[in-house]
């Protein structure tokens, strides 16, 4: 096996990173395949810490080749920040190790005040609650064939006609949200320094993912956000602008979808969401505080609040289809520690009937579903010690057991706390038995 997706089964924020940062020892070359700076991820390696926005995972590990994958949108003076930050911290080789697909869109300054004057001028009701990062306007330009590549940062003098032409399609928006039209000159000029930094690492990021699969590399494709955030499968609108799904890893790093091996979905052990939109298993209540507090829930890039609910199994069967999802990564299942029972939605009753398929479209539109539970006995052990299922008291374990058997998919792994070493690893994708991490 050597191409693995990694990807959210819910609404991101699943726990990716320490997830990926046990796989990544394993991975010789990472990609992120979607997404831009509204992703945010913690990476500890020994006693190393960062929370990084664009590099992929493997950026601390020496022996990791990292590639920016043409479904991202970057934006240049974030990941100049980062790739500063990385050899601030030691890591002088970390340009050799770094590829940026020249066909990445970039985000300029005009797509993050775009999305903040939208974002604050919306009524309550319609603001998507977005990371105010331009991800939207940034992927609006793609689409509209008014983006500029990373590419172009090659012919500067050529950029000012390109960003002229976005800038015209934009202003009846921009003067629409009160904002002030800039200047082509002015945003290529800003650009001057930044492409110095990056037009050496550009390069054609699908051949070396590609390449490396038929080297029999171990490839981990990253996923960002999650699938109920994706633009396609998630609950549109209110969802990110790109394909955070499995499938998005094909498109966005540029390669075959029969390249990919293995689909591993990542869930926790209940659910989180942050930003506008229909979360039916949420809790507005002391309980969902108590997760909250518990888990620290509280977004990486944004520090909002999450909101914190119950698991929703629908939701989790839906993503399993949608993705492909060949095994799962349970996470923040200590965080579950002490309540007397757990619930689990199970199904939805609808104005049509009872379904147990996350009923997406009604979502859509605002209807009410009411979510249909079974409640599980909890636990009061702690889990921290716990490194095999066996150890686990005996209703965490059935609680794990009947995530599994009720969503179909089988457990690659449970992580029953924060510490790299506080995980079971039942199956390991990449070497395809079970490793400690
Ligand atoms: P955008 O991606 O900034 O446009 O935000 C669109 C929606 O996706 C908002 O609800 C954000 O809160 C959410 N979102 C974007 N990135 C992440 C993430 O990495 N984790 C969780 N939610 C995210």
Redesign the pocket.
Known sequence: MSAVVIVGAQ???EGKGKIVDIYTEFAEVVVRYAGGP???HTLVVGSEKLVVRLLPSGILRKATFCVLGQGMVVDPTVLVGEIDEVKRRGHGDIEKRLLLSDRAHLILPYHIDIDTLRETSAPKDKA????K?G??PAYEDKVRRTGVRAGELRNLSRLVGRVEMALQAWAPTIAALGGTLPKAADIVSALEPLAARLVPLLGNASQVTDDAIRQKKRVMLEG??GTL?DVDHGTYP????SSAVAGGAAIGAGIGPNRIDTVLGITKAYATR????PFPTELDDELGQHLRNVGDEYGSVTRRPRRCGWLDLPGLKYAARVNGIDGLALTKLDVLTGMPKIKVCVAYDTPSGRVDDLPIDLLEDGEKVTPVYEELDGWTESLDSCRVLDQLPPTARQYVRYIEERSGVPLYLVSVGPSRDATIVLHNPFVGRAAAP
Request: aromatic content about 8%; cysteine-free.
């Open positions: 609404w991101g924020d509204n992703a945010g998507i609650g977005t990371t990062k991800i939207g960002a956000q955030l209110f969802v990110t602008s942050v930003g506008s939109g």
